[in-house]
């Protein structure tokens, strides 16, 4: 392999940790920013139910989706429906998925860092093309939220039922705008911060 291969291929590598690094830190910073949603967005309220309660719920939903050890969706307070589980398992299953890019990206980063010189310039476009699709999520985040589910589901389940799957009464749409902008902001800033560098 040419050094012109390898410089691509670890282009590509480092593209992909860069972006499951701003998705794992989106998904363990929501831990706050939902616990900071609870009161604003009157979910106490919405569903009858104690702040600890609440936070309870939140906590073992995010268990089921990060711990690769547990198979089990099950809520203390909130019923769950057929559809509304096999949701929760496709997401569970790219969870794990950006967990598993994540590490073998980071250890292979950490490994070649110092030997290869990169195309920088990469990732000023990919920051450009990041903020484009910002721009249009913000414009129409219900029509982004629609796109973005039917590119990852093959399916529709994804379109919860309130009687059926209530916990969707805790996830008002700030919280999931919250999440795609905090995405954001840490993905160009890790892009704009790759182009600056002469080496990384």
């Given at each position: 392999m040419s050094n012109s291969q390898k410089d691509v291929l670890y282009t590509i590598v480092l593209a992909f940790f860069l972006l499951t690094t701003a998705i794992t830190v989106t998904i363990f910073a929501s831990y706050l920013l939902f616990a900071i949603d609870i009161k604003p967005y009157y979910l106490e309220q919405a569903v009858g139910m104690k702040y600890s309660t609440i936070m309870k719920n939140y906590a073992q939903m995010m268990d089921y989706l990060i711990n690769p050890f547990n198979w089990h969706f099950q809520l203390s307070d909130f019923a769950s429906s057929s559809a509304g589980r096999l949701h929760f398992q496709d997401c569970k299953k790219l969870f794990l998925l950006n967990f598993s890019v994540f590490i073998v990206s980071?250890?292979?980063?950490?490994k070649f860092h110092k030997f290869r010189a990169r195309f920088n310039r990469t990732f000023l476009w990919i920051g450009i093309g990041g903020i484009i699709i910002a721009i249009l999520m913000l414009l129409n985040f219900d029509e982004f939220f629609v796109v973005f589910h039917e590119l990852l589901f093959r399916n529709s389940d994804w379109l919860f039922d309130p009687s059926k799957d209530p916990v969707i009464n805790?996830?008002?749409?700030?919280?999931?705008?919250?999440?795609?902008?905090?995405?954001?902001?840490?993905?160009?800033?890790?892009?704009?911060?790759?182009?600056?560098?002469?080496?990384?």
């Amino acid at each position: 392999m040419s050094n012109s291969q390898k410089d691509v291929l670890y282009t590509i590598v480092l593209a992909f940790f860069l972006l499951t690094t701003a998705i794992t830190v989106t998904i363990f910073a929501s831990y706050l920013l939902f616990a900071i949603d609870i009161k604003p967005y009157y979910l106490e309220q919405a569903v009858g139910m104690k702040y600890s309660t609440i936070m309870k719920n939140y906590a073992q939903m995010m268990d089921y989706l990060i711990n690769p050890f547990n198979w089990h969706f099950q809520l203390s307070d909130f019923a769950s429906s057929s559809a509304g589980r096999l949701h929760f398992q496709d997401c569970k299953k790219l969870f794990l998925l950006n967990f598993s890019v994540f590490i073998v990206s980071g250890l292979l980063v950490a490994k070649f860092h110092k030997f290869r010189a990169r195309f920088n310039r990469t990732f000023l476009w990919i920051g450009i093309g990041g903020i484009i699709i910002a721009i249009l999520m913000l414009l129409n985040f219900d029509e982004f939220f629609v796109v973005f589910h039917e590119l990852l589901f093959r399916n529709s389940d994804w379109l919860f039922d309130p009687s059926k799957d209530p916990v969707i009464n805790i996830l008002p749409e700030e919280f999931f705008t919250q999440c795609f902008i905090l995405f954001f902001i840490v993905f160009e800033g890790l892009n704009f911060w790759k182009a600056r560098l002469k080496r990384a």
